[in-house]
């Protein structure tokens, strides 16, 4: 009975204890005077994201509808987490570009423990200060125009055989239908393991590369780390193993041969020169570029091949403007095609729709007061998290008319516009925006370019859901459950 009773009052007070614990944690906003939703125990405003019910983005982005014609700010937790959620496209301008110097990290900084995860710390996506702005500018400078003009015959010869693999494919079988993210891996892989490693991914050869499989690997594990957001090693040892391999073998090809090419490797062995860089450090920098250039990239690309697909007025005024820019092959040069302005407002309309990353998030690194329009202050402290939905201000019907709607004349006037407004920005803005930016437009220009030139696209509606929704079990990234399926038919022009 006594055992009883003290196991009962025990429980009674853990329950109790709990219970206050997560109470006071849920005042956080209220003490501060932010509004938002009312958090419930445990879950905070986050219970559908848990169980993987609904997306991240798409939980936020009912906040954002929910607050968008009365707030500026709100609050929300996720668990016991406190994040900030900006609603104005004025005060993100404002911390992501103005005010950066108390925003420069983001929430996955210092995520990856340099010791037991060497590689993966000095991607500057996960690094913090100083050291991401050091390592940011020594990535950055091996994508300049003359390095991405450097290696553009690469990423045409990988646009040729993409188009190729796909006639290979319908002589096979003329029904078959295509994943339109399956084929954008594809093509991604290759395009990178040609720029960065000068190899020949396999992707078009083989069922599954070991290339892509170490690559799906990668992002399999940075995705569970970054779902229990505790330091953890973000990339398996086998999958570093491969990457040191490719790199040395890649050196030393390079040297053996005497190849001399202003491309991203040259610009790793040339920064080992300079500043006695480690293997790792070289290793680290050519997994930077592999990464982002395989995994967004293709996350960007499968959507652009979806809404050609779905969209005939704009395949067919897209392919006219190709066919009259470039009648020959020879026509086709990195200038002409980046200067292409149908083919990037089509880019941009598909990235608005489905940005592959769909908000941003900082960490607070230095106190900061904003002033809201209602003269109403707050406060954000060091340490606290801001979250940019970037999705849900793309879609928004007050920017945007026919949100859902895919049209590329929207910005007939320039995308410029929209992005000094702080409308669109798929690539982020400011210090931190996307490293990748301008190789990421000339790998998926280039694939475009050949996918259009040589083949009629359609959706297959059977086997694509009718509601697209992002499958819930991915952390960050925008991947439509399901899949979106194509069917090709081979085209001359
Ligand atoms: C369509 C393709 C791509 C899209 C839409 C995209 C989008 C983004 C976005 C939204 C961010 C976060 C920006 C922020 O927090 O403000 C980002 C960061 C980054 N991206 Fe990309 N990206 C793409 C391709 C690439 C490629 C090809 C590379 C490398 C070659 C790359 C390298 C990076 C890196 C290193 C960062 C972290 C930058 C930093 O924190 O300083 N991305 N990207």
């Known amino acids: 009975m006594i055992f009883l009773l003290t196991t009962f009052t025990l429980l009674a007070i853990a329950c109790a204890l709990t219970f206050t614990y997560f109470n006071a944690k849920y005042k956080f906003f ?16 986050m219970r559908e994201a848990f169980f993987k019910r609904r997306h991240f983005s798409s939980i936020i982005d009912d906040f954002y509808q ?32 103005k005010d950066f110097k108390h925003f420069r990290n ?30 940011r500018t020594e990535v950055a400078s091996g994508m300049t125009q003359n390095k991405l003009k450097s290696m553009f015959p690469l990423v045409q010869d990988v646009g040729k055989r993409f188009a190729e693999y796909i006639k290979l494919e319908l002589n096979r079988n003329q029904l078959k239908s295509f994943d339109s993210r399956e084929i954008s891996v594809r093509y991604t892989c290759d395009t990178v393991s040609s720029c960065i490693f000068g190899i020949d991914g396999g992707s078009f050869t083989k069922k599954e590369s070991e290339i892509i499989s170490m690559g799906n690997k990668m992002i ?6 970054a779902k229990s957001f505790l330091p953890k090693r973000l990339m398996p040892q086998d999958v570093q193993d491969f990457f040191v391999y490719l790199m040395e073998e890649a050196i030393k090809y390079r040297n053996n041969h005497s190849i001399s090419r202003d491309d991203f490797l040259a610009h790793i062995i040339s920064l080992k020169k300079k500043k006695d860089m480690s293997e790792i450090e070289m290793v680290a920098h050519g997994v930077t570029f592999f990464l982002d250039g395989f995994d967004t990239s293709s ?24 066919v009259t820019a470039f009648p020959n092959e020879n026509d086709v040069t990195y200038d002409k095609l980046l200067d292409n302005q149908y083919l990037e407002n089509v880019i941009y309309e598909s990235l608005r729709i489905s940005p592959p990353i769909t908000f941003a998030n900082r960490e607070c690194s230095e106190n900061i007061t904003l002033e809201l329009n209602n003269k109403k202050k707050i406060t954000i402290e060091k340490g606290e998290k801001v979250i940019i939905p970037l999705i849900s201000i793309q879609q928004d019907p007050e920017y945007y008319h026919d949100p ?16 000094d407004k702080g409308l669109l920005f798929p690539f982020g803005e400011g210090p931190r925006e996307c490293l990748g930016k301008r190789f990421a437009l000339l790998q998926v220009k280039t694939a475009i370019y050949y996918i259009v030139r040589n083949f009629e696209i359609s959706v297959n509606e059977e086997l694509t859901a009718k509601n697209l929704e992002i499958d819930p079990e991915e952390l960050l990234m925008n991947v439509k459950k399901g899949g979106m399926w194509l069917n090709f038919k081979e085209i001359e022009c």
């Open 30 to 45: 209220t003490s501060r005077n932010v509004v938002g939703p009312k958090p419930e125990f445990f879950f905070g405003n």
């Open 66 to 97: 929910m607050y968008k014609h009365t707030e500026q700010i709100i609050g929300f937790y996720n668990i016991t987490t406190p994040y900030y959620l900006l609603i104005s496209p004025d005060l993100i301008k404002q911390i992501l570009v």
């Open 106 to 135: 983001n929430e996955f900084s210092g995520l990856s423990d340099k010791k037991k995860d060497p590689v993966m710390a000095l991607n500057p996506f996960v690094m913090r200060d100083e050291e991401w702005k050091e390592k």
């Open 220 to 225: 399999r594990s940075i995705s569970d780390a």
């Open 299 to 322: 996350i960007g690309l499968a959507p652009i091949f979806y809404e050609l697909g779905k969209n005939k007025r704009v395949q067919n005024k897209l392919r006219e403007e190709l």
């Open 404 to 419: 859902k709607e895919f049209i590329p004349e929207r910005y007939d006037h320039g995308i410029k516009e929209y992005r």
